[in-house]
């Protein structure tokens, strides 16, 4: 299977300063905290690189500095640390998604993330 590149970054973004399409909201604050707790109750605490219960961050399969969105698809669970580490690389497998989805969750795997605290 060839692995799919993302040679164009996304621009910086002036408030922010750092790399995200442009009708993306900037990475931070409550956003950021409630994708965390969606991503969690969607796919565990596990996180999807050393396996390790735990995590405390959100992982982008491909990352925002290279198009990436914000949609449960496009996101796991991971330590800190473990994201970190990876860097702004575009994974090459994709990590499993989870076993069973309640149809709440089953629907959100397609859309981004409400932001409106509902």
Not at 46 to 64: A, D, F, L, Q, T
């Amino acid at each position: 299977m060839p692995e799919t590149t993302y040679a164009v970054l996304a621009p910086v973004c002036a408030r922010c300063t750092r790399r995200h399409l442009v009708g993306l909201p900037c990475w931070g604050g409550r956003m950021v905290r409630r994708h965390l707790l969606a991503v969690l109750a969607a796919y565990g605490d596990e996180c999807c690189h050393c396996h390790r219960p735990g995590c405390n961050s959100v992982e982008h399969i491909v990352p925002r500095s290279r198009g990436g969105l914000d949609t449960l698809a496009n996101t796991r669970p991971a330590h800190r640390v473990c994201n970190q580490e990876r860097g702004v690389r575009v994974m090459t497998t994709t990590p499993p998604a989870a076993a069973t989805h309640s149809p709440r969750v089953a629907s959100l795997l397609t859309s981004p993330v409400s932001l409106d605290g509902a």
